[in-house]
């Protein structure tokens, strides 16, 4: 990589603590050097303590800009000038643009998410109805996109209900178009729904060391509908594995982590990435690991 900076390299990267463990770097730079673009992506370990200061460095090294990873994507919002409408809606950013000092923060993982749909089933979000299980950043983010996109009904279906409950009712008043349902995630969840859904979603990190949810998916989800996973790893995902064992579309997390990065590096140079190659990224190093 080195080889290929010069005077005139810009500098774009990942805040995150940790931030090791990111494999953005692997498909953000191989999307740069494929477009002969002279910047280079690089991992910041920043602490919450430091974010502030982080971020103002983002102006004084005029840095093209930055993703943000775990534990920042809530505190970000504070210490940037403008934010992005859906962002905002969502109380959460992952990417920083530096337009001469002014930075703008936006969320790529909702719209990442719908790109994904798109790509893996050809999955359109109007008029459907979706399950998600989860109520923290990655659910709301996720929620604030399929409501803009046009959902239909939402249920939202959490361990601890009472945050289900919280984030449903934060959100409806600002999603008029969408009905929205809170449930407890627990054994009995199929039988409280009003019918089988669409598309389930798991936003939870529920599967990362292959556990598996109390959840009969076959009473959950329609027999022509879908799962998606935003939990990735070496092998699909118990849910997923189950998913596909009953016939169902089914497909994990990576094909968003690729479309979150694709619509971040679009925002970053004002060009499209090529085309798959983010993705392709993904899929090799998960099988080197
Ligand atoms: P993020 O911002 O990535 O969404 P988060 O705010 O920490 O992260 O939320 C994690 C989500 O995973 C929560 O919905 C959490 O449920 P609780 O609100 O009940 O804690 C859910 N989660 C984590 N571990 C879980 C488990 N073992 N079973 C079910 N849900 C789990």
């Not at 990873?69 to 962002?87: C, M, R």
């Not at 930075?103 to 790109?115: I, Q, V």
């Not at 994904?116 to 996109?145: D, H, N, P, S, T």
Request: aromatic share 6%; hydrophobic share 45%; glycine share 10%.
């Amino acid at each position: 990589m080195t080889a290929h900076l010069t005077g005139r390299s810009r500098i774009v990267g990942v805040m995150g603590d940790p931030v090791a463990h990111s494999l953005s770097p692997v498909m953000q730079n191989a999307a740069l050097q494929k477009a002969a673009i002279d910047a280079v992506y690089v991992p910041f370990h920043v602490t919450a303590a430091d974010l502030e200061a982080a971020i103002d460095a983002i102006r004084r090294l005029d840095l093209v800009g930055v993703n943000l990873t775990i534990p920042h994507k809530e505190t970000a919002l504070a210490f940037v000038d403008l934010v992005e409408d859906a962002a905002q809606l969502g109380g959460s950013i992952n990417t920083i643009v530096n337009r001469n000092g002014r930075l703008t923060g936006y969320n790529t993982d909702g719209p990442g998410l719908l790109r994904a749909l798109q790509q893996e089933f050809g999955w359109e979000a109007k008029g459907q109805r979706v399950l998600l299980l989860g109520a923290g950043g990655a659910c709301r983010a996720a929620v604030v996109a399929l409501g803009r996109a046009g959902a239909d009904w939402i249920g939202i279906a959490n361990r601890t209900g009472e945050r289900a409950a919280q984030l449903a009712a934060a959100l409806e008043p600002l999603l008029p178009q969408t009905t929205f349902a809170p449930f407890r995630l627990d054994a009995g969840l199929a039988q409280r729904l009003p019918g089988k859904v669409d598309l389930l979603i798991n936003t939870t990190s529920v599967g990362l060391q292959q556990e598996s949810f109390d959840l009969p998916v076959e009473q959950t989800v329609r027999p022509d509908g879908a799962v998606y996973d935003m939990v990735y790893g070496r092998q699909p995902t118990e849910l997923v594995q189950m998913a596909r064992r009953l016939g169902l579309q089914a497909t994990d997390g990576l094909s968003m982590l690729a479309a979150q990065g694709e619509l971040a590096f679009r925002l970053w140079f004002e060009q499209a990435p090529p085309a798959g190659l983010m993705k392709r990224m993904l899929m090799k190093v998960r099988s080197d690991r």
